[in-house]
């Protein structure tokens, strides 16, 4: 081999098999989408449990007796903020406003934090006036569905301050951008989840 062909050798682009992108276009949002699915599955059943349970009292108190409608939507008032201060934190990030994004964010935060102590709240008076999850059916399905979405906010908490952490580190990139963009799926599907709670279980256990 002449020394022309070995250079020439050397100089060409190595081939690979893979030549599409690592990471598709839109692949990220497409798997998420099948997560929020089947999250909304998990909650049709704990919204069905508590349409055949929701009448239950075993003797024990019901809905009426328990539930503090005016308590019950300043929390809701926290949620619907929330969701709104997370909207702002987008419009930010569309601008390129590290600044922006990161205050509404802390906003949409604080927000969400106020949510979840009003509802641990609301557990610890219930659990304090005997009215547990064991007392009957209505309260196992009560708590179930209520403390299920609870948790997801306090997951979504954590993954917003998670995030606040990244774009602080990196900025606006990409990845970051795409990752706030699942989280406001995210946020924005608790807050319908959690209008259907309060219909169904708070407005109309009280009222039906």
Known sequence: MTMANTTASQT??????????????????????????????????????????????????????????????????????????????????????????????????????AFVGLELYEFHHLWYIGATPMRSGFLSSFYTLVATHGLHVTFGIIWLVTLMVQVAKRGLIVENKRRLMCLSLFWHFLDVIWIGVFSVVYLLGVLG
């Open 12 to 113: 060409e682009a190595p081939v690979f098999y893979l030549k599409e992108e690592h990471h598709p276009q839109n692949g990220t949002m497409l798997g998420f989408w099948l997560y929020l699915m089947s999250d909304c599955l998990i909650f049709a059943i704990l919204f069905a449990t508590h349409g055949v349970l929701g009448r239950n009292y075993a003797a024990g108190p019901a809905p009426v007796d328990l539930f503090d409608l005016e308590l019950v939507a300043i929390n809701t008032s926290m949620l619907l903020f929330s969701s709104i201060t997370y909207g702002f934190a987008m419009l930010a990030m569309e601008k390129g406003s590290i600044k922006g994004t990161q205050t509404w964010l802390a906003i949409t935060g604080l927000f969400g934090i």
